[in-house]
């Protein structure tokens, strides 16, 4: 099973970019990566997936190299609403499927 | 669209009684995993289910923890005997398919409190 790791915590301002970086070195070559966004209070929700390359939708892109040994996050223009914490997870949809997550990444936006 | 549905929001129990966790799936979600949520950690997965049958449940304490899901729809987690341990946040997620990856849709979980 690919373990990731992330940065514990991060502060950013309002209206900044932040880029939160994901590293899974022994990523298979089944494994996706995906990104869940969890407030105080609430389950995680789904933010973004990818394999390869550069996937964007409306809340983020995610970065992915070639060697898809890391990951990038990148959360354009943060608002105050934007702290939470961000976990990074890699799996694949074969026998034996789980899905780990780890601490996540602390994300403190300021004013 | 509803989205997934757990009951009750928060319990608090005395040690060494029984307690169970109730979720309603998002329409048409045939995989259901029950999570715990320890305070500053990440989930951790308890149990899986495709439809009725439990595929993974290597994460769940047997000697105390069982669930179910009848029809394949609803699920309930229980625990008995509590332990002091057993305080954290239960969460429930379900997903269209395997095949969806990683796209699970969660409930607002289940605080429970063992005193």
């Known amino acids: 099973l690919a373990k990731t790791t992330q940065p514990i915590s991060m502060d950013s301002y309002e209206g900044q970019e932040v880029n939160i970086t994901c590293s899974h070195n022994n990523i298979a070559t089944n494994d996706y990566i995906t990104w869940y966004q969890q407030f105080p209070s609430q389950g995680p929700r789904f933010i973004i997936q990818g394999y390869k390359t550069k996937v964007t939708n409306e809340v983020a892109s995610l970065f992915i190299p070639a060697d898809r040994k890391s990951s990038t996050l990148s959360l354009p223009r943060v608002s105050l609403s934007d702290t939470a914490v961000y976990y990074c997870l890699v799996g694949d949809n074969t026998g034996g499927f789980k899905t780990i997550f780890g601490a996540g990444t602390r994300l403190f936006v300021k004013a | 669209e509803a989205g997934v549905v757990q009951s009750p929001r928060y319990k608090i129990i005395e040690k060494k009684q029984p307690v169970a966790f109730w979720c309603n799936p998002i329409?048409?979600?045939?995989?259901l995993y029950w999570y715990r949520q320890n305070l500053g950690q990440g989930p951790e997965l308890l149990i899986r289910y495709e439809n009725e049958e439990a595929v993974d449940d290597s994460q769940l304490p047997k000697d105390r923890f069982s669930a179910e899901r009848l029809k394949g729809v609803d699920s309930t987690l229980k625990i008995q005997p509590a332990e002091l341990g057993d305080s954290a946040v239960y969460l429930c997620?379900?997903?269209?398919?395997?095949?969806?990856?990683?796209?699970?849709?969660f409930g607002p979980g289940t605080r429970l409190t063992v005193t």
């Open positions: 329409s048409g979600h045939n995989t």
């Open positions: 997620a379900s997903s269209l398919a395997t095949w969806d990856m990683n796209e699970q849709y």
